[in-house]
């Protein structure tokens, strides 16, 4: 079957999703999908050293290097990643969870890209995300929890980066063609 994305809407943006008892139903329902071996693809091996390069368009914060080495999350490198990721409206800084970077560390290498990512959104408060609530923008958006970020990769079509993704299943995949980004988390894998 050929590679196809649905409209600009993300499956989690459907109103009828807001409601907190289909948010917890949702996800124990994941949960189950975890627990259940063979339900759910995993993400492709990852090497033992990772590395990031990341910059904030709107403040030109950056983080370039590894995040990942012998066995275990670089606590240092991972402070620095949650202030590139912060929500820069309320100026507030949360752990992002560590998960997201290892997707797009799998998408640049997939793709051979040595760019920086251009972050144009990464975590939002509540409040935030609330203020941009449309029929794009999810009442329960992972980035709230510090599981997506919105970004343009230079040199790559956001088209192909988008649909490696997809083929990765290694998260979350929208393509928001009119806007000319991509969208990419660490939740479970689906596309729009």
């Given at each position: 079957?050929?590679?196809?994305?649905?409209?600009?809407?993300?499956?989690?943006?459907?109103p009828?999703?807001?409601?907190?008892?289909?948010?917890?139903?949702?996800?124990?329902?994941?949960?189950?999908?975890?627990?259940?071996?063979?339900?759910?693809?995993?993400?492709?091996?990852?090497?033992?050293?990772?590395?990031?390069r990341?910059?904030?368009?709107?403040?030109?914060?950056?983080?370039?290097?590894?995040?990942?080495?012998?066995?275990?999350?670089?606590?240092?490198?991972?402070?620095?990643?949650?202030w590139?990721?912060?929500?820069l409206?309320?100026?507030?800084?949360?752990?992002?969870d560590?998960?997201?970077?290892?997707?797009l560390?799998?998408?640049?290498?997939?793709?051979?890209?040595?760019?920086?990512?251009?972050?144009?959104?990464?975590?939002?408060?509540?409040?935030?995300?609330?203020?941009?609530?449309?029929?794009?923008?999810?009442?329960?958006?992972?980035?709230?929890?510090?599981?997506?970020?919105?970004?343009?990769?230079?040199?790559?079509d956001?088209?192909?980066?988008?649909?490696?993704?997809?083929?990765?299943?290694v998260?979350?995949?929208?393509?928001?063609?009119?806007?000319?980004?991509?969208?990419?988390?660490c939740?479970?894998?689906?596309?729009?």
């Amino acid at each position: 079957m050929p590679f196809r994305f649905k409209s600009d809407s993300c499956p989690c943006c459907d109103p009828a999703m807001a409601s907190r008892r289909e948010v917890i139903t949702a996800g124990l329902g994941l949960l189950a999908c975890a627990a259940v071996p063979g339900t759910a693809k995993a993400m492709p091996a990852l090497p033992p050293i990772r590395a990031l390069r990341v910059q904030r368009v709107l403040t030109e914060d950056s983080f370039d290097g590894v995040y990942f080495r012998d066995g275990r999350y670089d606590r240092d490198a991972l402070h620095k990643l949650d202030w590139v990721f912060r929500d820069l409206s309320a100026a507030e800084v949360t752990p992002m969870d560590p998960r997201l970077f290892d997707v797009l560390h799998a998408v640049a290498e997939g793709l051979g890209s040595e760019e920086f990512y251009q972050i144009s959104s990464g975590y939002r408060t509540p409040e935030r995300n609330g203020a941009l609530r449309t029929n794009r923008v999810s009442a329960v958006s992972l980035h709230m929890s510090g599981m997506a970020a919105d970004f343009r990769l230079p040199g790559s079509d956001p088209y192909g980066v988008a649909r490696l993704a997809a083929r990765m299943q290694v998260g979350g995949v929208g393509l928001y063609r009119r806007d000319g980004f991509v969208h990419l988390d660490c939740g479970p894998p689906r596309r729009w």
